[in-house]
């Protein structure tokens, strides 16, 4: 009986194992219609999300553009490619009609010329056919063909501002410093007042100096005054804007210039922010309905593009700018004035 069992139970085990091979074979790789599942497959990585496209460069703002005045290059030919032309808005200045003209250089590339002598005359366009610069602007005062504004060219003295004024050339002098524009030898620009002694010594000052009887300058006084040193500097006056500041020293330099009259005017300054060399002009006394400008406005106006550096030169029928040769404002004298110096920028 125990056999017999025993027998049964080694029977099953043996029908086990052949039905678990037979299964196994049919499972195995490559047999049958099963295959084995590899495990060691992995799914592919995903694509790599594409490189976002880079943003575009924003366009260079334009800092005289963006204070209202129109970019005016165009219509005046090619000029240096540092230099630009630009027209103010009409409203410039609050309460009145404008048009003035800025010639706007890189002061690092711009080349700065003091064009005359100390007596002659020559119109702005004549000066041009002498030297056909790209700007052209009127310079300092004269009278009776004879600058009485200084002319500094090539580091040295072409003529001084002029040394003595009066009312009335009897009991009454004034020994007065002038403003003048000036760059120095390594191309920066600053204003501020000239006098040049009898024994030709041209002295700066970093002040104007209060209008006295009789008081002579020297290099002790005003305060802080300095031997002059500069490449080329033009003079005129008054002093407009010194170190950011609005001055108008035209009592100081005993200049007799309707300061506070609506009239055609010429400036020159200098923006720091922007390293930029300008020449400015303005139309007046009613040519296209525009008054012109005092010498207040002009302070505000250059100050308000940058300027912290600014110095008023002759105008009325004198101001004129040239952008290779042709004329901006309208001359009030209905043609150019002849003066004795201009200013040129190429």
């Known amino acids: 009986?125990?056999?017999?069992?025993?027998l049964r139970k080694i029977a099953l085990f043996t029908a086990a194992c052949l039905t678990f091979g037979a299964f196994a074979t049919s499972c195995g790789e490559g047999e049958g219609d099963i295959q084995w599942w590899d495990w060691s497959y992995n799914a592919?990585?995903?694509e790599p999300e594409p490189e976002p496209e880079p943003e575009p460069e924003p366009e260079p703002t334009d800092p005289f553009v963006e204070k209202g005045w129109s970019d005016a290059t165009a219509d005046f030919g090619t000029l240096p490619e540092h230099s630009k032309v630009y027209t103010s808005p009409e409203n410039v200045v609050e309460g009145k009609k404008c048009l003035a003209y800025i010639a706007v250089a890189d002061a690092k590339k711009a080349s700065f010329d003091v064009l005359g002598d100390e007596k002659g005359y020559n119109t702005p366009s004549q000066f041009y056919e002498a030297k056909a610069q790209s700007v052209i602007i009127n310079g300092g005062f004269f009278w009776d063909g004879a600058s009485l504004s200084l002319i500094w060219r090539d580091g040295a003295l072409v003529c001084p501002n002029v040394q003595v004024d009066s009312?009335?050339?009897?009991?009454t002098y004034y020994y007065m410093p002038r403003g003048t524009f000036a760059q120095r030898a390594d191309g920066t620009f600053f204003v501020g007042w000239t006098y040049t002694s009898l024994s030709n010594q041209t002295f700066w000052y970093p002040t104007s100096m209060p209008l006295e009887d009789g008081k002579v300058p020297s290099i002790a006084y005003p305060a802080g005054g300095e031997n002059f040193e500069a490449a080329t500097a033009i003079g005129g006056g008054p002093v407009l804007v010194r170190e950011g500041k609005i001055i108008n020293s035209h009592v100081d330099e005993y200049l007799l210039i309707n300061p506070t009259d609506n009239r055609p005017r010429t400036a020159i300054g200098y923006n720091p922010a922007d390293?930029?060399?300008?020449?400015?002009?303005?139309?007046?006394?009613?040519?296209?309905?525009?008054?012109?400008?005092?010498?207040?406005?002009?302070?505000?106006?250059?100050l308000a593009i940058g300027c912290t550096e600014t110095l008023n030169l002759d105008g009325g029928g004198s101001s004129c700018m040239l952008i290779n040769g042709k004329e901006t404002i309208k001359p009030s004298d209905g043609k150019q004035r002849s003066v004795v110096s201009a200013v040129a920028l190429n």
């Open 1 to 6: 009986m125990k056999i017999a069992m025993n």
């Open 44 to 46: 592919p990585d995903p």
């Open 167 to 171: 009312p009335d050339w009897t009991s």
């Open 275 to 302: 390293d930029k060399l300008v020449y400015f002009v303005c139309q007046g006394d009613g040519l296209g309905g525009t008054p012109g400008m005092t010498l207040e406005d002009v302070a505000n106006v250059m």
